[in-house]
């Protein structure tokens, strides 16, 4: 193949994975997209870039290629409280009245890092609310971190960072957040450790957001360095699920510079010292204050409004009338958008009026899961398995509960019943119950976990 000819299927390629994997190179961005070829042909032992350029053309993309792709496209560069103006923004102004909110309440936050590479902004954001919830203990805190990178996320679980991830960071955070793991290495401690959990997640899809990846009734969700990859098109349904991922009031974080504003509409942009976060609204667009408020009075505004009265509940006679199905899909929806207690009261209204029914039993223990009620939740989701044994998204829930109850061989033994029921699946075969989730990666998700736990032991 000729140089000419190598450089005249750029445009094409780029059209190409736009469209497979939502990748964006322009012209002006055809030099980082050669020298990522060149990395992913060595790594998929391809005698030259041209001759993989011919492969990449000729058929879709498996999952293996996405990711191996997606890895040397893109900067998985990051550090420890990154941008150290947007974690003062949350401190001073976003979680105090946050934390004041729930602590009245339902002492329940959620906070995610979509595109977490390494796990360094995962980790910031949960020693930040270490250091601002004295009762931590006493709380239901969620901190994910989701990346396309497998590599990537095993070393975000391993948590040991060498000196680069500190650069700029206080001087506080190694004395007491870490320890020493070898010449140059800390290893996360493990109160920290336990607050993250890490989970593989491609934002091109549209599986999220789902109460199977955990991925809704967020507070907070961090996406920074990622949507500059997408093409627009890509970028602006990323920001729309990013919004239904999010409580009424809820933040986003974006780097500045990464897309256009107007991908924004539906938040309102918040004006804070050194940062500008974006806030779920409700209100249309037409009614909102202007975004040219001072920063003062944008402040003051943070906090958030009273908790809503929950439903009064239907009678047994209107209950006995409703679809069950239509219960639970109601349900769900509650879930996700935070509404914790009255989607489980619908549900346990839907399990009443039919007992037999597996996915009212998984669902009630997936919503009780969420409100931190492990031990509730893990006997619906038994109740879903008495009913279906092949519920491998209950053997999934169940093994994930006593895991974080530290009971390793009960929790192994469900993950185990549940590769075994996934081995019967294709897998690309959409699971039941999952908004989503395929058969193939579930089993990745489950081996990986499986291995981070061998590692540790």
Same mark, same amino acid.
């Given at each position: 193949?000729?140089?000419?000819?190598?450089?005249?299927?750029?445009?094409?390629?780029?059209?190409?994975?736009?469209?497979?994997?939502?990748?964006?190179?322009?012209?002006?961005?055809?030099?980082?997209?050669?020298?990522?070829?060149?990395?992913?042909?060595?790594?998929?032992?391809?005698?030259?870039?041209?001759?993989?350029?011919?492969?990449?053309?000729?058929?879709?993309?498996?999952?293996?290629?996405?990711?191996?792709?997606?890895?040397?496209?893109?900067?998985?560069?990051?550090?420890?409280?990154?941008?150290?103006?947007?974690?003062?923004?949350?401190?001073?102004?976003?979680?105090?009245?946050?934390?004041?909110?729930? #602590?009245?309440?339902?002492?329940?936050?959620?906070?995610?890092?979509?595109?977490?590479?390494?796990?360094?902004?995962?980790?910031?954001?949960?020693?930040?609310?270490?250091?601002?919830?004295?009762?931590?203990?006493?709380?239901?805190?969620?901190?994910?971190?989701?990346?396309?990178?497998?590599?990537?996320?095993?070393?975000?679980?391993?948590?040991?960072?060498?000196?680069?991830?500190?650069?700029?960071?206080?001087?506080?955070?190694?004395?007491?957040?870490?320890?020493?793991?070898?010449?140059?290495?800390?290893?996360? *401690?493990?109160?920290?450790?336990?607050?993250?959990?890490?989970?593989?997640?491609?934002?091109?899809?549209?599986?999220?957001?789902?109460?199977?990846?955990?991925?809704?009734?967020?507070?907070?969700?961090?996406?920074?360095?990622?949507?500059?990859?997408?093409?627009?098109?890509?970028?602006? #349904?990323?920001?729309?699920?990013?919004?239904?991922?999010?409580?009424?009031?809820?933040?986003?974080?974006?780097?500045?510079?990464?897309?256009? #504003?107007?991908?924004?509409?539906?938040?309102?942009?918040?004006?804070?010292?050194?940062?500008?976060?974006?806030?779920?609204?409700?209100?249309?667009?037409?009614?909102?204050?202007?975004?040219?408020?001072?920063?003062?009075?944008?402040?003051?505004?943070?906090?958030?409004?009273?908790?809503?009265?929950?439903?009064?509940?239907?009678?047994?006679?209107?209950?006995?009338?409703?679809?069950?199905?239509?219960?639970?899909?109601?349900?769900?929806?509650?879930?996700?958008?935070?509404?914790?207690?009255?989607?489980?009261?619908?549900?346990?209204?839907?399990?009443?009026?039919?007992?037999?029914?597996?996915?009212?039993?998984?669902?009630?223990?997936?919503?009780? #899961?969420?409100?931190?009620?492990?031990?509730?939740?893990?006997?619906?989701?038994?109740?879903?398995?008495?009913?279906?044994?092949?519920?491998?998204?209950?053997?999934?829930?169940?093994?994930? *509960?006593?895991?974080?109850?530290?009971?390793?061989?009960?929790?192994?033994?469900?993950?185990?019943?549940?590769?075994?029921?996934?081995?019967?699946?294709?897998?690309?075969?959409?699971?039941?119950?999952?908004?989503?989730?395929?058969?193939?990666?579930?089993?990745?998700?489950?081996?990986?976990?499986?291995?981070?736990?061998?590692?540790?032991?």
């Amino acid at each position: 193949m000729t140089e000419s000819h190598y450089h005249s299927l750029l445009p094409a390629l780029s059209d190409f994975l736009a469209r497979q994997i939502g990748l964006h190179f322009p012209r002006e961005r055809w030099p980082d997209l050669l020298r990522g070829l060149h990395g992913t042909a060595r790594e998929l032992h391809f005698k030259n870039v041209p001759d993989y350029i011919d492969r990449l053309l000729s058929q879709p993309l498996n999952k293996q290629q996405i990711e191996i792709l997606a890895r040397h496209l893109t900067i998985g560069e990051t550090y420890f409280f990154r941008e150290p103006q947007v974690f003062e923004a949350l401190q001073h102004h976003v979680l105090p009245a946050l934390i004041e909110a729930r #602590q009245q309440s339902t002492r329940q936050l959620r906070v995610w890092s979509a595109g977490c590479s390494t796990g360094e902004e995962a980790y910031s954001l949960a020693i930040l609310l270490h250091r601002m919830i004295p009762d931590i203990a006493e709380w239901n805190i969620t901190v994910l971190g989701t990346d396309i990178n497998p590599q990537a996320l095993e070393k975000a679980a391993a948590g040991i960072y060498g000196e680069w991830s500190f650069r700029g960071a206080p001087p506080w955070l190694r004395e007491k957040y870490f320890m020493n793991a070898g010449k140059n290495l800390h290893e996360i *401690i493990p109160s920290i450790r336990k607050m993250v959990t890490f989970a593989y997640l491609n934002l091109a899809d549209d599986t999220y957001p789902s109460l199977a990846s955990n991925t809704s009734a967020m507070d907070i969700v961090f996406c920074r360095n990622v949507m500059m990859y997408f093409e627009p098109g890509l970028a602006r #349904q990323v920001v729309d699920r990013l919004y239904q991922a999010l409580l009424e009031n809820g933040w986003l974080v974006v780097s500045p510079s990464e897309i256009s #504003q107007s991908s924004f509409e539906r938040f309102v942009p918040i004006y804070l010292p050194g940062a500008i976060l974006h806030r779920k609204s409700l209100i249309p667009q037409k009614t909102r204050q202007s975004a040219t408020s001072t920063p003062t009075e944008t402040v003051a505004a943070i906090r958030p409004a009273a908790p809503k009265a929950m439903a009064k509940p239907k009678t047994a006679d209107t209950v006995e009338k409703i679809d069950v199905h239509a219960m639970l899909l109601k349900a769900r929806a509650q879930a996700n958008r935070g509404e914790l207690p009255t989607a489980r009261e619908l549900c346990e209204r839907a399990v009443e009026t039919d007992r037999l029914n597996p996915v009212g039993h998984f669902l009630l223990g997936a919503i009780l #899961q969420e409100m931190g009620r492990n031990s509730e939740a893990a006997i619906s989701h038994k109740r879903a398995l008495y009913l279906d044994p092949g519920f491998v998204l209950a053997h999934f829930a169940l093994g994930n *509960i006593y895991r974080d109850q530290r009971k390793p061989h009960v929790a192994a033994k469900h993950f185990e019943n549940a590769l075994l029921i996934l081995e019967k699946h294709r897998e690309d075969d959409l699971l039941p119950e999952s908004e989503g989730l395929t058969a193939g990666r579930l089993m990745e998700i489950i081996r990986s976990g499986m291995r981070k736990e061998d590692k540790a032991a």
